[in-house]
């Protein structure tokens, strides 16, 4: 067991796998080059000092490009992991990833596969708005795209492990204050969570979430930032007698939708925390699903707490009112209950 | 050829100072039979599927390859049979140049389900990954980065194989087109771009959509060699892909080569070509390929016409067992639109 | 215009064995406003009459198939309109003469309630958001249920019973607890004669001898059930709360009687045979709309006046006293009637009414004529205004032309709440319906 930052445990998923399996490589900008920064995150520093410039690909300003590679190789025999600097510019290579990498498994009626992982890190940073999207939903709704999130550093590892070795198409999203970047590329104002992390070959499966709290009153699901604003906001609940169940779906796609279903069952209450978009964000969907499934054990009306529907703005101010807060939660919860 | 009036922009035929000669070896003429006779199935290949779409029997537009065969053929016979081969929303003759089943295709335009693509894909999507070949992309320019990943994964893997892409003049002037061929370009990768400068991108001439006379002065731009060739010249096509591959195997990267020719049919089937002049379609119809190549091989191969006539007969009986193979076959399930959506 | 989108009625496939059911009666009319949930028609089946509930909330905009016809499992019958969006309010203050309180309760509270057997009206708080009765609301109630000891029998509405202060002082030497001191008459003040009465009468006791004690005799204990403790205390709460004054009157029967041999008569063979439940619900559904606020609920402080009829039937079963009501019983033609009131009663007794069944009615029968009860006095039916017993049919002499002629009688007895409404409307309601059944062709008037 080490203790280790999400950049430093997908690190060490990205290099363990690279030497399990020589057909697994790295696309992505400034991912390789010397003297660098190993990616926007740090996460692939140091990786091409291993395993060269071929297997660590940096690539132009050409996110199309960058998709298609990862695609084309994944269908033609590498496992790549392909990245982009800011999830903002996943709608750059929108066509290759939706129309292509989404769709090429069931148009050859099943005679290939696309074995490839895209990292994008998302959330609101004070970069201003085409720097901070959390856009998870635009690819949830994609039928053939696996999306996950890992939000500890034993998740992290674990869960960009399973996606390596999924034979499909898996979008990882990463949190930009959870990353817990060091020198000169740390985010100002991040989280940075450390956790302890095996050093031996574990996964943490696709399609399964995790309970961070038990409770009892209200069910809570959150992801990456949102996970910790909760718990933090559970905490100051149990003062006032609210005992909050927080769960992380980890995956979004396939849900574990089990494990909601029976915390909502217990707790009759369900409160989503999203960083994206209220309207059609990915709570929408597990809201829907839980008011479809779990409508007798409801005791209130489904909430999700979600960024507003605007762009995400630019002013500290202005963001902190955009981003759920820990007492935004606080008060949601205590109407509810 | 008779001298006459064409609308201002249209490419002349041939011969063009733009053009680059043909050279290189030819096939052998086992070889040289086989190209006349890829050519010959595509051609009475999309007749045909011409004729059952009107029947009624094919449920789908269909984007027909007539007057294009010689650049099929000539880039899949130099091509070796590993190789990679992506292709466009006008694939059939593409797939059938590089061997995937007639069956397999008439079968998947029916939307049977011993289609290429288990009726999941259409005639858009036709392709066999066994053979090396991706179902078809319609997204146009949306191939050009796969190629590029498919060459990049060559490279690592060190299997020797050459990727082929084909794309229309259309494709490139999207953005995917572009960083596509530039990441096939800074990487050397082991591809051939191969364009079918048919003139028309639906009903766009090409002089509107690019500035430049040709699509192959582009490829300076990226720092590749690229050729314009007389595309309906199966030889000539034929020579320029044999040698781009071997540059590609032997690591000296891509080579974009303009393949100048004329689609006889409308873009789709729903298309009544009233932007082409009619004097413009007679003048490309006197250089159909396959008349040409046909008159070529009479001139230049002993017993050429017996074994043409085999090539004939052959071809015949090939379609018409397609035709049966894909009338015969049953429809898929409905409940499998839930398959194949992952690897489990 | 607020309701806009239709909402087909559907109907239902409630049968195993046929495609088709026959529509035996709608219980609502084109422009009443109904709730999702609420009785909307009767279906009948091979096997039994079934009622069949609303599938959406707002007005019956239209109803596309004549009672009696025979229609066709999944077709169209009729529609609602609907708001777009919106729910019709709940609380019965959005249209006039909307129908009873819809209650609002969370999905889990309501599972908690019906596996509970408690009804939903019965429960005394709503804690939840927007006045949402919720799980732990149910679980109060419960507990309460429980735990709470049985209330002390108190007389008077106040809880310490009137005395002087003389008496006052001469209880709390003596250590005897006023509340067990009778007054001279039942609720005057009590006096120091009372007290000191009482006080004698207890030293006398304690000084009989132990011998003179009669032996004590076996007893057993009968806890009551917590469906009857439900009753005793809902009945205690009314009780308190109501004024409740009942009047008699005696009716001249004769005719009815004859009237219904007759009709007997004429049914012979079928399998109806209305009884005189089914004829005093008749007349009381055309007498009500005349006496609009005996047909109504009362809060407290608001009279609830409705503008369909839905008659409680006071039906005894093993569990004790059920109330079921039969809806808009002012449209039912008197087989439709006893059919359906049949059909209703031989649910309740055999345990399958459904809550909505029980709920909602806007006024009570209860007949206890069978077991040869004459006048008595009804409890009211809470929140319903009124509520009318009737007593048995039984041979009286009566002067009929100035001589005395056999003839049956019945009595009614009347109980109304005084707080919302008074004696003499009351004697009129009863006079009305002891005119019809003296003369049983005014009905036709």
Redesign the interface.
């Known amino acids: 067991m080490t203790k280790m930052s999400i950049a430093e445990a997908l690190r060490a998923a990205i290099r363990s796998e690279m030497r399990r399996d020589a057909?697994v490589?790295c696309l992505g900008e400034d991912i390789g080059i010397p003297g660098g920064f190993g990616g926007a995150f740090t996460v692939t520093l140091g990786l091409s000092d291993e395993f060269g410039h071929?297997?660590i690909?940096d690539?132009?300003i050409?996110?199309?490009?960058i998709?298609?590679?990862?695609?084309?190789?994944?269908?033609?025999?590498?496992r790549?992991i392909a990245d982009v600097q800011y999830g903002d510019f996943l709608f750059n290579m929108m066509?290759?990833l939706a129309?292509?990498a989404a769709k090429?498994?069931?148009?050859?009626?099943?005679?290939?596969?696309v074995?490839m992982v895209m990292r994008a890190p998302i959330g609101a940073t004070g970069r201003g708005s085409q720097h901070a999207q959390s856009l998870e939903a635009f690819f949830t709704h994609v039928?053939?795209l696996?999306v996950v999130a890992p939000s500890t550093a034993y998740d992290a590892k674990g869960l960009l492990t399973a996606a390596i070795r999924d034979?499909?198409p898996v979008l990882v999203f990463e949190h930009k204050l959870l990353y817990g970047s060091k020198g000169a590329r740390t985010e100002k104002g991040a989280l940075s969570p450390v956790g302890e992390v095996p050093e031996e070959d574990y996964i943490v499966p696709i399609g399964q979430g995790i309970v961070r709290r038990a409770g009892k009153d209200l069910t809570i699901v959150a992801n990456l930032l949102m996970v910790y604003r909760a718990l933090a906001a559970a905490d100051k609940l149990a003062e006032q007698g609210i005992e909050a169940e927080v769960i992380d779906p980890r995956t979004l796609v396939p849900l574990d939708k089990a494990l909601i279903l029976e915390s909502v069952r217990k707790t009759?209450r369900l409160l989503i925390v999203e960083e994206d978009n209220l309207t059609n964000g990915w709570g929408a969907e597990i809201a829907a699903l839980m008011a479809d499934e779990a409508?007798?054990?409801?005791?209130?009306?489904i909430k999700r707490l979600a960024a507003p529907d605007v762009p995400p703005p630019f002013a500290p101010v202005l963001e902190q009112n955009y981003v759920p807060s820990e007492a935004k939660i606080i008060a949601t919860a205590l109407?509810?209950c | 050829m008779a001298e006459m009036t064409l609308p201002a922009g249209t490419v002349p035929p041939a011969p063009s100072p733009m053009l680059t000669p043909p050279a290189g070896p030819l096939p052998e003429r086992d070889g040289l039979l086989r190209l006349y006779r890829e050519m010959l199935l595509i051609r009475q290949f999309e007749e045909i599927v011409n004729e059952l779409y009107l029947q009624g029997k094919i449920p789908s537009t269909l984007h027909l390859y007539i007057g294009q065969e010689a650049v099929a053929a000539g880039v899949c016979g130099a091509l070796q049979p590993a190789d990679?081969v992506?292709s466009t929303h006008r694939p059939h003759g593409h797939a059938l140049a590089k061997g995937v089943s007639p069956g397999g295709i008439m079968a998947e335009l029916f939307g049977k389900a011993t289609?290429?693509?288990?009726?999941?894909?259409g005639s858009m999507?036709v392709?066999?990954?066994?053979l090396g070949m991706?179902?078809a992309?319609a997204?146009v320019g949306?191939n050009?980065?796969?190629?590029?990943?498919?060459?990049?994964?060559?490279?690592?893997?060190k299997?020797g194989?050459v990727t082929a892409v084909f794309f229309g003049e259309g494709a490139v002037n999207e953005?995917?087109w572009h960083?596509?061929v530039?990441?096939c370009a800074?990487?050397d990768l082991p591809v051939v771009l191969v364009c079918e400068n048919n003139l028309y991108a639906a009903s766009t001439p090409v002089s509107q959509a690019i500035k430049t006379a040709t699509v192959a002065e582009r490829a300076h731009g990226y720092g590749i060699p690229g050729l314009t060739i007389d595309g309906n010249d199966v030889l000539a096509v034929y020579q320029a892909t044999r040698e781009a591959a071997e540059r590609a195997r032997r690591g000296a990267g891509p080579t974009l080569i303009e393949c100048l020719t004329y689609r006889q049919c409308g873009h789709s089937r729903s298309d009544p070509r009233t932007y082409r002049a009619k004097e413009e379609e007679a003048a490309w119809k006197l250089r159909d390929p396959i008349d040409t190549y046909g008159a070529w091989l009479r001139q230049t191969q002993p017993g050429a016409e017996a074994a043409l006539a085999a090539i004939q007969t052959e071809v015949t009986a090939t379609i018409q067992a397609a035709i049966e193979f894909a009338e015969t076959s049953p429809l898929p399930d409905p409940a499998s639109i839930y398959?194949?959506?992952?690897?489990e | 215009m607020p309701f806009e989108k239709p909402f087909d009625i559907v109907m239902p496939p409630l049968s195993q064995t046929s495609d088709t059911l026959i529509l035996t009666a709608w219980l609502k009319k084109v422009g009443d406003p109904v709730i999702k949930g609420e009785a909307l028609f009767e279906v009948e089946t091979d096997k039994a009459v079934l009622t069949v509930e609303a599938p959406a909330s707002g007005i019956l905009q239209a109803l596309l198939v004549e009672p009696g016809s025979e229609v066709a499992i999944k077709s169209t019958i009729g529609t609602i309109a609907t708001t777009v969006g919106e729910a019709v309010p709940a609380n019965g203050h959005a249209a006039p003469a909307a129908p009873p309180t819809r209650i609002l309760a969370?999905?889990?509270?309501?599972?908690l309630a019906e596996k509970e057997g408690v009804p939903l009206a019965a429960i005394g708080q709503a804690t939840?958001?927007g006045g949402?009765i919720?799980?732990r609301d149910v679980r109060a109630y419960l507990a309460a249920r429980r735990t709470a000891p049985p209330p002390p029998l108190v007389t008077g509405k106040t809880a310490a019973p009137p005395a002087t202060p003389v008496a006052r002082r001469m209880a709390e030497h003596a250590g005897l607890d006023l509340a067990s001191v009778p007054a001279a008459t039942p609720g005057a003040v009590i006096k120091r004669a009372d007290v000191a009465a009482a006080l004698q009468q207890q030293q006398t006791a304690e000084a009989a001898p132990a011998t003179n004690m009669p032996p004590a005799s076996a007893s057993r204990r009968v806890p009551l059930s917590p469906t009857r403790l439900t009753i005793a205390r809902r009945l205690q709460h009314n009780q308190q709360t109501a004024v409740p004054v009942t009047l008699t009157r005696d009716t001249d029967a004769t005719e009815l009687v004859a009237l219904r041999e007759r009709l007997l008569a004429d049914l012979a063979g079928q399998d109806v045979r209305p009884t005189y439940t089914d004829f005093l619900v008749s007349i009381v559904a055309r007498c009500l709309p005349r006496h609009p606020h005996f047909n109504a609920t009362f809060d407290g402080e608001a009279l609830e006046v409705f503008e369909a009829v839905h008659l409680g039937l006071a039906v005894d079963t093993e569990r004790g006293l059920l109330v079921p009501v039969l809806r808009d019983v002012a449209h039912l033609g008197l087989t439709a009637l006893a059919q359906a009131r049949t059909a209703l009663v031989k649910r309740t007794i055999a345990g399958t009414v459904t809550p909505s069944e029980l709920a909602g009615g806007t006024f009570t029968l209860t007949n206890l004529g069978a077991q040869g009860v004459d006048a008595f006095t009804p409890l009211l039916n809470p929140p319903q205004v009124a509520i009318l017993g009737i007593g048995r049919i039984r041979p009286v002499a009566l002067p009929v032309g100035g001589v005395l002629a056999a003839r049956q009688a019945m009595c009614l007895s009347l109980t109304f709440d005084h707080r919302a409404v008074d004696g003499a409307p009351a004697a009129r309601l009863l006079s009305d319906i002891a005119g019809l059944i003296e003369h049983p062709e005014r009905v036709w008037l």
């Open positions: 057909r490589v071929e297997r690909l690539t132009p050409s996110e199309a490009a998709a298609g590679m990862a695609i084309g190789a994944a269908a033609c025999g590498l790549p066509d290759q129309n292509q090429l498994r069931y148009m050859s009626g099943g005679t290939l596969s074995p039928p053939g696996k034979d499909n009759g409508f007798a054990w409801l005791d209130a009306p109407a509810m | 990679w992506l289609g290429t693509c288990k009726a999941k894909g999507h392709g066999d990954f066994t991706f179902p992309i997204i949306g050009l980065p796969l190629a590029a990943g498919a060459g990049y994964a060559s490279k690592i893997l299997d194989k953005g995917a960083e596509g530039n990441a800074i990487w398959e194949d959506v992952f690897k | 969370s999905p889990r509270a309501r599972g939840g958001a949402l919720v799980e």
